[in-house]
């Protein structure tokens, strides 16, 4: 299998992991969640290795589908609350977010939009976004693609930008996320007047992207974010 397909049935397999993970909390059906986990990890599991910048025993898909998976389990059963500082320590990790003043603050409201996306809502937006195009690169570094990333300014929250949280297998390095802090502050035109949270994306061939790597995708993200405040 040519690494192009191999990347796109990745591609296809997070999606699907998450569509099905929505269902069975749709359904309350927890005990469903702990066989599409088995499932998952089956396959994603082979996509795992380290991410530069992160821990020496991260495994970023493996370990996002099993923080998923307790998520969905507690919301299945019954439970009002899903988040664990676990889940929260590992998507700071992995580049969730970033911008803003309070990093708690912004952590432990991402997980709460995502548990009302595994709820099967959608995060509000303003209606005003900006869409362009990203350069990325594969894991190991011999090949690279173009990613469409997508901004939208939220009705409410912490200011920052926030993955969208269809984005919740998606992993980078710590030189990403610091890239992103850095177009927050640069496209930060007024300091005085507070800031919307901003909600991001990276797709490609109509699925989520996994990962992103570097530092490269930060000039994309402030030209957006400069987009939205025009």
């Not at 990347?7 to 702990?34: C, H, I, K, P, Q």
């Not at 929260?88 to 911008?99: H, I, N």
């Not at 690279?144 to 997508?150: D, E, N």
């Not at 919307?196 to 530092?215: A, E, N």
Request: aromatic share 8%; with cysteine; glycine share 10%.
């Amino acid at each position: 299998m040519s690494e192009r397909k191999d990347f796109d049935r990745l591609f296809a397999e997070v999606d699907g992991y998450t569509g099905e993970l929505r269902r069975a909390v749709a359904n309350a059906a927890s005990s469903t969640v702990d066989g599409i986990l088995e499932d998952a990890l089956q396959s994603l599991g082979d996509y795992g290795p380290r991410a530069k910048g992160a821990s020496s025993g991260l495994r970023p898909l493996a370990d996002g589908a099993r923080h998923l998976h307790c998520m969905a389990r507690a919301l299945a059963a019954g439970e009002t609350a899903a988040e664990t500082p676990e889940a929260l320590a590992y998507w700071r990790l992995v580049g969730m977010f970033a911008g803003g003043a309070d990093a708690d603050e912004n952590a432990g409201w991402w997980c709460r939009m995502l548990e009302h996306w595994l709820r099967g809502a959608s995060p509000l937006t303003t209606g005003s976004s900006v869409s362009t195009r990203v350069v990325y690169v594969s894991r190991d570094r011999l090949s690279s693609g173009v990613a469409t990333l997508s901004l939208a300014r939220l009705t409410n929250g912490p200011p920052g930008l926030f993955a969208d949280p269809a984005m919740a297998l998606f992993f980078a390095d710590t030189r990403f996320s610091g890239s992103l802090a850095n177009a927050w502050v640069a496209t930060d035109l007024d300091p005085g007047t507070p800031r919307l949270p901003v909600l991001w994306s990276l797709h490609t061939d109509g699925h989520r992207l996994d990962h992103l790597l570097g530092d490269s995708a930060g000039a994309a993200f402030a030209a957006g974010l400069r987009h939205l405040a025009l």
